[in-house]
């Protein structure tokens, strides 16, 4: 498969480690973030990023329903930020182990990494990507789900 | 820097234009510019044209400028290509008001053109999302998912945290389609009503369709020259630009406790003008959703925070209001072709303060306005383009 963002995304050669984020820690200021940069937005040093492992985890920050789909995905669809616990507030999508219906999502829920294929279209269903689930309807610790 | 003045402004009205290219879009505003101003094209010193997305959507991906303004008989001189998403008109003025403010040019003109009606929305809907970093467009984020959910202004957090309702969202909608309604050159000109509003088609969960600014074709230009020479050209009031500031989007990290980037550009406009908020007599700024001209009203230090929906309760942004916002219509009713919006907005307070704006003229003609205007977004939080224009008679 194909994965959306390759470069952002760890994905373990074997079972014995769980998918995550690649981000960037500056050695000078300890700030992360994600996608990663060469220059740390907050001090400012260039070259000082290292490469980190992040977002196995989440809480979620802010979360709607999209209910007109651009072209390659289907509504309704759920679009949220999620916070990271290394710091990061990212954008992502939710997997389809969640129901897409109001109330199921709650600003705050702890939420868990899973791979999935972007949208259940011809454009984007073997292409794969990060996206959360709530951590009580997380299934098999990450592991790639196929479509 | 010398003083520069805006001695002509011409439109092509915005709406859906299919038969036209963006050279014939561009055609109408600059010659109803250079007319209104008393120029001719060998008049024209240099030219800065703003366009977004007509790479994409019309196959010309470079020099959009030259192409536009040959047609309309301008040629030779310095000419500029623009694209700052949503903010290209507004950058392109500040091109022309620098050529002439510096002493590099006498008399320059500005151009904001966009062609978004191609036969397929599909295409023009991408091209909008092609404005947003592509990390964030790849994964399905449009524009409005930004205003509902987005934290640099998190429309549905705004709801628990200032009590703002649905119908609170609609009310900037409802008090613009009036204001469009009145504008012959409007794409929308029938006066909705909240409940029309909230019951229109859901986009992203709350926000609904008649909240979004809507794809339009349309154009707009502007002649500037030095204060010293306007009356050689045109016996019409000359528009002082008193100040025109463009910022860039900052890296925000959630613990960011900083101004938002929208009031810092308005701030740093207040200063170079010598005014502040409270001297304002008009406004146009960027209601690409409805309900972002409530959190627009605090950023540009109009209201405190949360306090937008009383603004328009109280009639202080209506027509007949202290401070009358979007009398155009703004970009929900007016419309909003991107590469234009900013001289349009430039374009109405122009004739808002000499005067000749019609069935919506402001009774008291303003003598200080501003242009609020911003566009593209960032990872890192922010938009990518803060603009903030203010003129004087």
């Known amino acids: 498969m194909n994965v959306l963002h390759r470069e952002s995304i760890f994905l373990p050669p074997d079972g014995k480690q769980t998918p995550c984020l690649l981000g960037s820690r500056c050695d000078k200021c300890q700030t992360v973030v994600f996608p990663q940069m060469p220059v740390c937005p907050a001090c400012l040093?260039?070259?000082?990023?290292?490469?980190?492992?992040?977002?196995?985890?989440?809480?979620?920050?802010?979360?709607?329903?999209?209910?007109?789909?651009?072209?390659?995905?289907?509504?309704?669809?759920?679009?949220?930020?999620?916070?990271?616990?290394?710091?990061?507030?990212?954008?992502?999508?939710?997997?389809?182990?969640?129901?897409?219906?109001?109330?199921?999502?709650?600003?705050?829920?702890?939420?868990?990494?899973?791979?999935?294929p972007l949208a259940d279209t011809p454009e984007n269903k073997d292409l794969l990507t990060y996206k959360y689930v709530p951590a009580a309807m997380h299934g098999e610790s990450g592991r790639v789900r196929h479509a | 820097m010398r003083e520069v003045v805006i001695i002509g402004v011409g439109a092509h009205a915005t709406g859906q234009f299919a038969e036209k290219p963006l050279k014939e879009l561009g055609y109408t505003a600059i010659w109803g510019a250079l007319d209104d101003a008393g120029v001719s094209p060998a008049d024209i010193d240099a030219a800065y044209v703003g366009n977004s997305i007509g790479g994409l959507l019309t196959g010309q991906e470079g020099v959009r400028g030259q192409v536009v303004l040959q047609h309309s008989g301008i040629t030779g001189i310095p000419i500029v290509n623009v694209e700052n998403a949503c903010a290209s008109a507004a950058t392109a003025l500040r091109g022309a008001w620098l050529e002439v403010a510096s002493g590099a040019a006498d008399v320059a003109l500005a151009v904001g053109v966009e062609?978004?009606?191609?036969?397929?929305?599909?295409?023009?809907?991408?091209?909008?999302?092609?404005?947003?970093?592509?990390?964030?467009?790849?994964?399905?984020?449009?524009?409005?998912?930004?205003?509902?959910?987005?934290?640099?202004?998190?429309?549905?957090?705004?709801?628990?945290?200032?009590?703002?309702?649905?119908?609170?969202?609609?009310?900037?909608?409802?008090?613009?389609?009036?204001?469009?309604?009145?504008?012959?050159?409007?794409?929308?000109?029938?006066?909705?009503?909240?409940?029309?509003?909230?019951?229109?088609?859901?986009?992203?969960?709350?926000?609904?369709?008649?909240?979004?600014?809507?794809?339009?074709?349309?154009?707009?230009?502007?002649?500037?020259?030095?204060?010293?020479?306007?009356?050689?050209?045109?016996?019409?009031?000359?528009?002082?630009?008193?100040?025109?500031?463009?910022?860039?989007?900052?890296?925000?990290?959630?613990?960011?406790?900083?101004?938002?980037?929208?009031?810092?550009?308005?701030?740093?406009?207040?200063?170079?003008?010598?005014?502040?908020?409270?001297?304002?007599?008009?406004?146009?700024?960027?209601?690409?959703?409805?309900p972002a001209e409530l959190m627009l009203y605090e950023r540009l230090g109009l209201c405190g925070p949360g306090e937008g929906p009383k603004l328009i309760d109280d009639g202080v942004t209506t027509l007949r209001g202290r401070v009358p916002v979007n009398p155009s219509g703004g970009l929900c009713s007016r419309g909003h072709p991107v590469?234009?919006?900013?001289?349009?907005?430039?374009?109405?307070?122009?004739?808002?303060?000499?005067?000749?704006?019609?069935?919506?003229?402001?009774?008291?003609?303003?003598?200080?306005?501003?242009?609020?205007?911003?566009?593209?977004?960032?990872?890192?939080?922010?938009?990518?383009?803060?603009?903030?224009?203010?003129?004087?008679?």
């Open chain 2, 339 to 393: 590469g234009a919006t900013g001289l349009l907005q430039i374009a109405e307070l122009v004739w808002q303060m000499r005067g000749e704006a019609g069935e919506r003229q402001i009774q008291k003609r303003p003598k200080v306005a501003m242009a609020q205007n911003q566009g593209g977004l960032l990872l890192g939080q922010d938009s990518a383009v803060y603009s903030c224009t203010i003129l004087k008679t």
């Open chain 1, 45 to 116: 040093t260039n070259g000082a990023m290292q490469t980190v492992e992040i977002g196995r985890t989440a809480k979620l920050f802010s979360h709607t329903i999209a209910r007109f789909a651009p072209a390659g995905f289907k509504a309704p669809f759920f679009q949220v930020f999620v916070d990271l616990p290394e710091g990061p507030r990212i954008f992502s999508l939710v997997g389809a182990a969640c129901p897409i219906e109001p109330g199921v999502l709650e600003d705050g829920m702890d939420m868990r990494l899973v791979l999935e």
């Open chain 2, 115 to 290: 062609k978004m009606f191609v036969g397929d929305t599909a295409r023009t809907i991408a091209a909008l999302s092609a404005v947003s970093e592509l990390d964030l467009s790849q994964m399905g984020m449009q524009f409005t998912t930004s205003y509902a959910i987005h934290p640099k202004i998190n429309l549905k957090a705004r709801m628990k945290e200032y009590g703002w309702t649905i119908a609170d969202f609609a009310k900037p909608a409802v008090k613009n389609s009036y204001n469009g309604s009145l504008n012959p050159l409007a794409q929308h000109r029938r006066p909705l009503s909240i409940e029309q509003i909230v019951q229109s088609r859901v986009v992203v969960d709350p926000l609904t369709l008649y909240m979004c600014a809507s794809i339009s074709d349309g154009a707009a230009a502007a002649v500037v020259c030095s204060a010293d020479m306007a009356s050689k050209f045109t016996s019409k009031t000359p528009i002082r630009v008193a100040s025109c500031v463009l910022r860039s989007g900052v890296y925000r990290l959630p613990d960011d406790d900083r101004l938002d980037t929208a009031s810092t550009t308005a701030q740093a406009a207040y200063e170079a003008a010598g005014i502040g908020p409270e001297d304002l007599e008009a406004v146009e700024l960027h209601d690409a959703m409805a």
